[in-house]
């Protein structure tokens, strides 16, 4: 009923993901190769549940 005023998990997990890859692409211009794999990690277990978000979403 009050749907509307639900908030959108999609969008912060997109934001989330988002701002991970860029922290990640800056690890990796910097030469921090260590923090720029696990920066990439999180980003890649953000993906997989920003998938199921919208796929339950369907």
């Known amino acids: 009923m009050l749907s509307f005023l639900k ?3 999609t969008k912060s997990l997109q934001k989330a993901y988002e701002k991970k890859l860029t922290e990640a692409q800056q690890a990796q211009r910097n030469g921090d190769i260590r923090s720029y794999s696990m920066l990439s990690e ?3 277990k953000l ?5 199921t978000a919208q796929a339950d979403k369907k």
């Open 7 to 9: 908030r959108d998990t």
């Open 42 to 44: 999180e980003a890649d």
């Open 47 to 51: 993906y997989s549940k920003l998938q």
